[in-house]
């Protein structure tokens, strides 16, 4: 896929106003299991089709805040909950937020995972800005690349169009290429 560098010029601390278009606790749509999912608000991706054109906006919703954070993870530490979920908007371009919960996350609830969808690729993210690097890093399983109208597939699970891949994020950072998730 032949990507124009201008997402690589993309910057969080740029573009993101810190607010959440909807946060969905106890869901069994956004990854496996159950789940909490917060969709952050903002995209500049604009996917032709995209599911949640609503949350292109970086003022979509409300303003992410620490109640709002205590109440993710409180949700998150139900031992049926498996997992957060970081939908959007584009989780790479609201790091500010994700980060906050990711970090949170991995220090008080090790055992749940982060699942994360965005419109760029693995690839993309390992030379990315230092913020998109980190939250790369706490992530467990990444839907990478844009949604592409021309390659819908809706037998996909977790993906909506063929090129998008379901990847295992450790196994990636340990091989220095995308490994896909077994």
Same mark, same amino acid.
């Given at each position: 896929?032949?990507?124009?560098?201008?997402?690589?010029?993309? %910057?969080?601390?740029?573009?993101?106003?810190?607010?959440?278009?909807?946060?969905?606790?106890?869901?069994?749509?956004?990854?496996?299991?159950?789940?909490?999912?917060?969709?952050?608000?903002?995209?500049?991706?604009?996917?032709?089709?995209?599911?949640?054109?609503?949350?292109? !906006?970086? %003022?979509?919703?409300? %303003?992410?805040?620490?109640?709002?954070?205590?109440?993710?993870?409180?949700?998150?530490?139900?031992?049926?909950?498996?997992?957060? !979920?970081?939908?959007?908007?584009?989780?790479?371009?609201? #790091?500010?937020?994700?980060? !906050?919960?990711?970090?949170?996350?991995?220090?008080?609830?090790? #055992?749940?995972?982060?699942?994360?969808?965005?419109?760029?690729?693995?690839?993309?993210?390992?030379?990315?800005?230092?913020?998109? %690097?980190?939250?790369?890093?706490?992530?467990?399983?990444?839907?990478?690349?844009?949604?592409?109208?021309?390659?819908?597939?809706? #037998?996909?699970?977790?993906?909506?169009?063929?090129?998008?891949?379901?990847?295992?994020?450790?196994?990636?950072?340990?091989?220095?290429?995308?490994?896909?998730?077994?």
């Amino acid at each position: 896929m032949h990507r124009s560098p201008v997402a690589q010029t993309w %910057r969080s601390d740029r573009v993101s106003q810190g607010f959440v278009a909807d946060y969905k606790p106890f869901v069994f749509v956004d990854g496996e299991g159950v789940r909490c999912s917060l969709y952050v608000s903002g995209c500049l991706f604009a996917c032709d089709g995209c599911f949640n054109e609503d949350a292109w !906006s970086f %003022r979509c919703g409300s %303003r992410y805040s620490a109640d709002l954070e205590d109440r993710i993870l409180a949700d998150l530490a139900h031992s049926a909950v498996q997992g957060l !979920s970081l939908l959007g908007g584009e989780p790479f371009l609201n #790091t500010g937020t994700c980060l !906050s919960l990711a970090r949170r996350v991995r220090a008080e609830l090790p #055992t749940k995972d982060v699942w994360c969808w965005t419109g760029y690729t693995f690839e993309e993210l390992l030379v990315g800005h230092p913020d998109q %690097r980190e939250l790369l890093s706490l992530v467990d399983v990444l839907v990478d690349g844009p949604f592409d109208l021309a390659q819908r597939d809706l #037998t996909l699970a977790f993906r909506g169009s063929a090129n998008q891949r379901v990847l295992d994020v450790p196994a990636s950072l340990a091989a220095g290429v995308a490994v896909p998730r077994a």
